[in-house]
């Protein structure tokens, strides 16, 4: 008999709330899927608590979820997960912050937290703030996608309980405060930083050519998520697999490293709107070969999601079925596929939310109960019932 494999696909954010506007539909419901459909009708469904009920899931503490880790017993903070994304090897007695690139008018008000959603010139902002030395403390720092970013403290002495300097909003930034004695130095040379990273990037040539294009300048970086490696068992070990992961975002990367998955660089899979789907399902086929768990996340979902664009979430969702449908030609039916959500990201609300995610399972041997549709509602009729996202794994195992 053939050895099974699984291949997970996670659709970020994709799930939703009926919006009344649209026939009271979510984007799901909505869409042309006959992919999604047809796994559903040759699978088993069901409905996903991600990190548990009521509550509302990070894409970070979701993902360690679904990868079968418990983030009450794991998760320090997001820091981390993306310094791990962008390559940063962590010491023990680093800390790690994730980034935004931002504009600052004069008074430090921030006047947008993304700088326009920045997407060239931030190789050259980060390597103008990279290797600066505050107080016996060296700065490490990479460009994300898009507008983000990672930042390391190293040092002796270094603790990473410390407060945000991301406002999170359109206001003033904010100073970081230590939140435990022990947090003091972290803190300061924290907000040294911000300051130093206000000078730089403010004559930075990337900026002064954004401002002659109309465009905002990336004259701050504001940090928050402050975090301190903590060692996983690596999820190969854990259950005896090999694992690969195919994904765009700079968190989702992070995760799978820290975890000990295969991550490969996959040219135009971007994190956004415009990633390449074709590219991500050619992957996971290439993968699936010499791996047991394939990994997918597609990130797309969530950007809509947060944007409040149920038309452009339709499309997410029917770009996926139609990235689906390109694998699904070519896997040996013993391979166990699951699709699934790390959480959902309503356009009524634009933020993350609680609301459990649809999930289906197929392939290899997998019951076959009566759901012929991939979505939130239909889902929920499914013989998995309603599970946590810890399950998920061992289940599909």
């Not at 002796?156 to 359109?170: A, F, I, K, N, T």
């Not at 004559?203 to 940090?223: D, F, Y």
């Not at 944007?307 to 979430?313: L, S, V, W």
Request: hydrophobic fraction near 40%; include cysteine.
């Amino acid at each position: 008999m053939t050895e099974k494999k699984i291949l997970l696909i996670v659709c970020d954010g994709l799930s939703d709330r009926p919006v009344k506007e649209f026939d009271k539909k979510t984007p799901l419901q909505q869409a042309r899927k006959p992919a999604m459909d047809a796994l559903a009708r040759r699978g088993v469904s069901g409905t996903m608590d991600v990190i548990g009920p009521g509550i509302i899931p990070g894409s970070d503490t979701a993902h360690l979820a679904l990868l079968g880790y418990d983030p009450y017993k794991v998760y320090t903070g997001r820091g981390p997960i993306e310094a791990a994304g962008v390559g940063i090897e962590l010491r023990k007695t680093d800390v790690a912050f994730r980034c935004n690139f931002a504009t600052v008018d004069k008074s430090m008000k921030v006047v947008d937290r993304r700088a326009g959603r920045i997407r060239s010139g931030t190789s050259e902002l980060a390597k103008a703030l990279d290797g600066i030395k505050i107080d016996g403390v060296t700065v490490l720092f990479r460009e994300g996608s898009e507008h983000r970013g990672a930042l390391v403290l190293r040092g002796q002495g270094l603790d990473h309980r410390v407060s945000d300097v991301d406002p999170h909003s359109e206001m003033r930034v904010l100073e970081s405060k230590p939140i435990v004695p022990k947090a003091r130095k972290t803190a300061q040379a924290l907000n040294k930083f911000v300051r130093k990273s206000t000078d730089i990037l403010s004559n930075h040539p990337v900026n002064k050519e954004r401002i002659k294009q109309g465009l905002p300048p990336a004259n701050i970086v504001l940090p928050r998520g402050a975090g301190s490696i903590k060692e996983l068992e690596p999820l190969g070990q854990r259950y005896g697999i090999k694992c690969a992961a195919v994904a765009g975002v700079t968190l989702v990367k992070g995760i799978c490293r820290l975890v000990g998955m295969e991550v490969p660089d996959v040219p135009g899979a971007t994190g956004g709107l415009d990633t390449d789907f074709k590219a991500k399902a050619d992957a996971a086929l290439r993968l699936i070969h010499s791996h047991d768990l394939v990994f997918v996340n597609v990130k797309a979902g969530d950007v809509a999601g947060h944007d409040g664009d149920f038309r452009m979430k339709v499309q997410v969702a029917e770009n996926i079925d139609m990235m689906l449908g390109l694998v699904l030609k070519d896997l040996h039916e013993d391979v166990v596929v699951g699709l699934t959500c790390d959480h959902s990201t309503p356009v009524s609300v634009r933020e993350h939310s609680a609301d459990p995610v649809p999930l289906t399972i197929s392939g290899g041997g997998a019951r076959i109960d009566g759901v012929k549709e991939f979505d939130e509602v239909a889902a929920a009729s499914g013989a998995i019932g309603r599970i946590r996202g810890v399950d998920l794994l061992p289940i599909m195992l």
